[in-house]
């Protein structure tokens, strides 16, 4: 699972209230849409990750590779979690269903029987300055809007 986050606290002394008050996170709608959009982005290269390492055996595994609806952590901060949703059926011998999220942990760091492969870490590494830039976007126009620009 891929989780991230941004904590408004942290520019509690760095920024005048005015400007604080531009990134609560309760009252602030551009900020919300461009977390939104920046998780939905990130679950799009997750899903093109799994296909391009050639991770998937169902496309159970991709589609269900979506950004959950955003939460509040506490009163300052803000997180999605990105992760394959759903749960697979009884299959090949298997006596119970596996969730998803499971593959892809295993996937992720390895097993007995399968490799690691690191899709999802790599995946961050390689489109994390884009996903941080589109954050930043959502956190400039909140700015923008309060200060009336």
Known sequence: M???DYDAAQFSGEFESKLVTALD??????FK???AKAAERLAEYFRGAIIVRGLLDT???????KAADLKAGNDSMLYVDIYPKGTRDRERGRK????????AFVHEYGSSK???SHWMSDTVDDV???ISDMVAEGIEAAISNILGG
Do not use: C, H, Y
């Open 2 to 4: 891929a989780r991230f």
């Open 114 to 116: 399968v490799p690691a």
């Open 33 to 35: 849409e461009a977390l």
């Open 25 to 30: 996170i309760n009252s602030n709608p551009w």
């Open 128 to 130: 994390g300055d884009e």
């Open 59 to 65: 496309m159970q595994f991709v589609d269900g590779t």
């Open 96 to 103: 119970k269903a596996i969730r998803n999220a499971e593959v």
